[in-house]
């Protein structure tokens, strides 16, 4: 609410400025009230910039600042210096002034929006982080995680934030695997494509495509390993075996899987759940079913109830890093004195 009436203000006072202005440059009637337009909207032209530019990493708008200043202070320079002979008269003295400082503040806002997006604090010595110090918020992605797409639902939420890192050789990996002539693979290469076209529309998020290569390594999950290493960033993953060798090598990880998998609802002993057997159980006579987020229900003795619903009572959970596994006896075998135990 205090946003709305700041910015009702502001057009109040640029249309106000426009219209006073007007009066005491022109003479015709209608020059108060044009004068009203054009300052009311150049009011709301700041604030649709101002609501671009939220969404505009802040070293991109320093950047962008930066050179338009410096633009502008060149074409000061040049007019003061070289031109000011050139452009006899007011009128063509303002209109090349006016050219100048428009072609070079252009000219430097660009550049500098562009060294904006390449500059990191990181590179000033400063603001280098110390051997011991943590993440600097930086998290590189791998292929897998990828095309895999929870990232992008999680990103939706906002608990992500800060730069995404996404190395040349894993978008590679990724056009090599849309381009695959597997259509199972070509789907999964393309959904992966999609997902970071997802993940770079998030105005919370910076996706940076950097060209860091090393071409003495030749596995991917060893590359990413290094890139973490060189840019103090932490690995987002669900691949089981890249998380083990890069929490050996004390790399940060962050793992899909055990995050969901923590986000799973709570399932005690002694509670009733009813599912529907899909399949058979490795051991005689057990069935097997799921529950709507995927995880195993292990029955004992419902080999029989294939394709039918039952109501089960949950015997044990058990918890690893690759998913949960839920084991239970079907209701009507559980012993009299089963509830009685748990609800001690």
Same mark, same amino acid.
């Given at each position: 609410m205090g946003l709305l009436i700041l910015r009702i203000l502001l057009v109040a006072a640029t249309g106000a400025s426009g219209y006073f202005l007007a009066l005491q440059t022109f003479t015709f009637p209608e020059a108060g009230l044009l004068g009203l337009g054009i300052g009311g909207a150049i009011g709301l032209l700041v604030i649709l910039g101002e609501r671009s530019i939220r969404r505009v990493p802040l070293k991109v708008t320093i950047g962008g600042a930066i050179g338009l200043v410096l633009g502008l202070m060149l074409a000061n320079v040049l007019m003061n210096s070289f031109f000011s002979g050139i452009f006899e008269g007011l009128g063509i003295y303002f209109a090349g002034y006016f050219l100048i400082n428009c072609a070079l503040g252009y000219l430097g806002f660009l550049l500098g929006?562009?060294?904006?997006?390449?500059?990191?604090?990181?590179?000033?010595?400063?603001?280098?982080?110390?051997?011991?110090?943590?993440?600097?918020g930086h998290k590189v992605l791998d292929t897998s995680v990828i095309i895999d797409g929870r990232i992008a639902d999680i990103c939706?939420?906002?608990?992500?934030?800060?730069?995404?890192?996404?190395?040349?050789?894993?978008?590679?990996?990724?056009?090599?695997?849309?381009?695959?002539?597997?259509?199972?693979?070509?789907?999964?290469?393309?959904?992966?494509?999609?997902?970071?076209?997802r993940i770079q529309k998030q105005s919370n998020l910076e996706v940076k495509i950097v060209d860091q290569d090393y071409p003495k390594i030749q596995e991917v999950d060893a590359k990413l390993i290094a890139l973490a290493k060189e840019t103090s960033a932490k690995i987002v993953t669900n691949d089981f075996n890249l998380n083990k060798v890069?929490?050996?090598?004390?790399?940060p990880v962050l793992n899909i899987n055990q995050l969901f998998n923590a986000l799973k609802p709570v399932v005690l002993p002694g509670e009733v759940m009813n599912v529907?057997?899909?399949?058979?159980?490795?051991?005689?006579?057990? @069935?097997?079913?799921?529950?709507?987020?995927? !995880?195993? #229900?292990?029955?004992?003795? *419902?080999? $029989?109830?294939? @394709?039918?619903?039952?109501?089960?009572?949950? !015997?044990? #959970?058990?918890?690893?890093? *690759?998913? $949960?596994?839920?084991?239970?006896?079907?209701?009507?075998?559980?012993?009299?004195?089963?509830?009685?135990?748990f609800s001690h």
């Open positions: 929006v562009r060294k904006g997006r390449e500059f990191e604090l990181t590179r000033l010595p400063w603001f280098s982080p110390k051997s011991g110090e943590g993440c600097n939706d939420t906002g608990f992500m934030e800060g730069t995404f890192i996404i190395p040349q050789f894993i978008l590679q990996e990724l056009q090599h695997i849309a381009d695959s002539s597997d259509p199972l693979k070509r789907g999964r290469g393309r959904r992966g494509l999609d997902v970071l076209h890069a929490e050996l090598q004390g790399i529907k057997i899909l399949k058979e159980g490795k051991e005689p006579g057990q @069935g097997v079913a799921y529950l709507d987020d995927g !995880t195993m #229900v292990v029955v004992d003795n *419902a080999r $029989r109830y294939m @394709g039918k619903n039952v109501d089960v009572t949950v !015997t044990s #959970v058990l918890q690893t890093t *690759a998913g $949960r596994m839920i084991f239970t006896i079907l209701k009507e075998e559980a012993p009299e004195n089963f509830y009685q135990s």
